[in-house]
C-alpha cells in the first residue's frame, strides 16, 4: 500500500511538473514601407478641344471648366505640378508659329486663380496621404490666344506627383 502511495505521489508531482513548464518565443516582424505616388487620369470625360468660332471666342478666350480629372495615390502629402513641353504651341501649316504656351492658362476647379502654362514645373493641386477616394481633383483650361492665324494648334502638357 505504501508502494502505491508513494507512486501516486510521484506520479502527481511528476504530473503537475509537466503542466507547470512552458515556453514562449517571440519574433520580429518588420514592415518596410516604400514611397507610393501615383498620377492618373480619372474616368471622367475629357475636354481638352477649343473651337474658335466667332469674334467673341477671339476676345474673351474659352475656358473649359472641368476640362480632366485627376486623381493621386499616395502615402505622403503630395503636390502636383504642370508645365508645357514646350515654349509655343504648334501649328499646322499656315498657322503662327509663336503662340506662346502661356496663351493657355490652367486652374485647379473650383479656384479662382489661373495661370499661364510655361516650361517650368508650377505648383497646381496638393493634398495629403490616402487612395483615390480621397485624393481627386479637376481642372479648368483658359485658352486666349488672340487673333491668330487659322490652323489647328497643340501643345503637350505634363502633369507630375511629388512629396514635397
Excluded at 493621386?72 to 504651341?89: E, G, L, P, Y
Amino acid at each position: 500500500m505504501k508502494k502505491k502511495f508513494l507512486l501516486a505521489i510521484v506520479l502527481s508531482v511528476i504530473v503537475m511538473d509537466l503542466r507547470a513548464q512552458s515556453t514562449s518565443m517571440s519574433q520580429t516582424i518588420t514592415l518596410t514601407i516604400s514611397n507610393i505616388l501615383e498620377l492618373d487620369f480619372d474616368n471622367t470625360t475629357q475636354n481638352l478641344g477649343f473651337t474658335f468660332a466667332n469674334a467673341t471666342d477671339f476676345e474673351n478666350g474659352i475656358t473649359n471648366n472641368s476640362a480632366a480629372g485627376f486623381r493621386v495615390r499616395s502615402n505622403k502629402n503630395w503636390i502636383v505640378n504642370v508645365k508645357a513641353n514646350s515654349a509655343n504651341f504648334t501649328a499646322t501649316a499656315g498657322g503662327d508659329a509663336n503662340v506662346s504656351a502661356s496663351s493657355l492658362r490652367i486652374r485647379k476647379n473650383g479656384t479662382t486663380n489661373s495661370f499661364g502654362l510655361t516650361t517650368t514645373d508650377q505648383p497646381l493641386a496638393n493634398g495629403s496621404k490616402g487612395g483615390f477616394g480621397a485624393n481627386t481633383f479637376k481642372i479648368d483650361y483658359i485658352a486666349n490666344p488672340g487673333y491668330i492665324a487659322p490652323a489647328t494648334y497643340t501643345l503637350n502638357v505634363t502633369f507630375t506627383v511629388t512629396a514635397p
